[in-house]
T-cell receptor
Framework: GAVVSQHPSWVICKSGTSVKIECRSL??????MFWYRQFPKQSLMLMAT?????????EQGVEKDKFLINHASLTLSTLTVTSAHPEDSSFYIC??????????????FGPGTRLLVL | GDSVTQMEGPVTLSEEAFLTINCTYT??????LFWYVQYPGEGLQLLLK?????DKGSNKGFEATYRKETTSFHLEKGSVQVSDSAVYFC????????????FGTGTKLQVIP
């Protein structure tokens, strides 16, 4: 149980284009999903917290107009990288908390999406 | 702010060797502590957790004890296997309602036969 999927698993795009990444909780409902960015040999950096039906909460230094987050349902959150540039190339990982689980602290992670902007 | 420091890798061990990966933290309040594992090509998975001082989390032969006096949560396993090769992340969840998780930089473990 508690499986989180991401799509696509990897994407290559041209500079200036927008890319949408989906994060789905497959067998549970998640009122809260998180988006992270992971640089090579570095830890996960929290970008934003996505709440179903409301605006996302962005971490300091993360441009909300560049990284658009939509959490339209209890099982789906999307991250859109707008006008992508090579410096946006990274590994993007989402996670979710199980609404109905007794443990409200554990996060379930997706497999990640590798973005390469040319 | 909260922070997690863990030993740099990679750590290379022979099969059946004893494993220790050090983790220390800085936090206000009373955080919960976690170890996550990331196998090659996969997402992070929760390995174990501890929610208060002196708690011991354990799973799959791994264990870690929440030491408030030394602000540490070191991961140990008595006899590693090749299948334990992965990246291990120490993390903490703050005790506020927001429950933001802060991760360490990860330690890559390679176990050789």
């Amino acid at each position: 149980g508690a499986v989180v999927s991401q799509h696509p698993s990897w994407v290559i795009c041209k500079s200036g284009t927008s890319v949408k990444i989906e994060c789905r909780s497959l067998d549970f409902q998640a009122t809260t999903m998180f988006w992270y960015r992971q640089f090579p040999k570095q830890s996960l950096m929290l970008m934003a917290t996505s709440n179903e039906g409301s605006k996302a909460t962005y971490e300091q230094g993360v441009e909300k107009d560049k990284f658009l987050i939509n959490h339209a349902s209890l099982t789906l959150s999307t991250l859109t990288v707008t006008s992508a540039h090579p410096e946006d190339s990274s590994f993007y990982i989402c996670s979710a908390r199980d609404l109905l689980a007794g443990d409200q602290e554990t996060q379930y992670f997706g497999p990640g999406t590798r973005l390469l902007v040319l | 702010g909260d922070s997690v420091t863990q030993m740099e890798g990679p750590v290379t061990l022979s099969e059946e060797a004893f494993l220790t990966i050090n983790c220390t933290y800085t936090a206000t309040g009373y955080p919960s502590l976690f170890w996550y594992v990331q196998y090659p090509g996969e997402g992070l998975q929760l390995l174990l957790k501890a929610t208060k001082a002196d708690d011991k989390g354990s799973n799959k032969g791994f264990e870690a004890t929440y030491r408030k006096e030394t602000t540490s949560f070191h991961l140990e396993k008595g006899s590693v296997q090749v299948s334990d090769s992965a990246v291990y992340f120490c993390a903490l969840s703050d005790s506020g309602g927001y429950q933001k998780v802060t991760f360490g930089t990860g330690t890559k473990l390679q176990v050789i036969p």
